[in-house]
């Protein structure tokens, strides 16, 4: 335990690569979505899959693993009852009850400097099954 303690509480440095394909996503929308994952090994965040312009949500949900944690950026895109074409990024804290404890509490330290460095996040959701991020959640935050 007090490995996973020293880990986590000097935290992670988060990849040039992380942050241009979150502005490739906000700005260009080139991406759909982002899955980030922490490397133990060189203590860095980096980039696990980019999900492209034609996939959804459900692409994103089905590439989050059962069993180990993830950080994940979704852009959804949505019309309002103005007619309005809107898009609002969300921020996923993906840690699954079947995840190892050292994990749970690497990504749940590590996440703040994350969310510092993308920059134009609108909403955050934390997430233990895929019940707590259903597509209907996604569309009620958002609007």
């Not at 982002?34 to 994103?60: C, M, P």
């Amino acid at each position: 335990m007090a490995m996973a303690f020293k880990m986590a509480t000097t935290g992670m440095r988060v990849t040039d690569e992380c942050t241009s394909s979150f502005m490739e996503m906000k700005w260009k929308k080139v991406h759909r979505y982002i899955v980030f994952k922490i490397d133990e090994k060189s203590r860095k965040v980096t980039v696990d899959k980019v999900g492209g312009a034609g996939e959804n949500y459900h692409d994103l949900t089905a590439s989050l693993p059962v069993d180990d944690c993830r950080y994940a950026v979704f852009d959804f895109d949505f019309v309002t009852v103005d007619n309005c074409r809107k898009s609002k990024i969300f921020f996923i804290s993906w840690s699954p009850e079947a995840s190892r404890i050292r994990a749970k509490i690497l990504y749940a330290t590590s996440k703040a400097g994350l969310r510092r460095v993308l920059e134009g996040i609108h909403y955050e959701l934390q997430a233990t099954d895929p019940t707590e991020m259903g597509f209907d959640i996604i569309q009620d935050r958002a609007k």
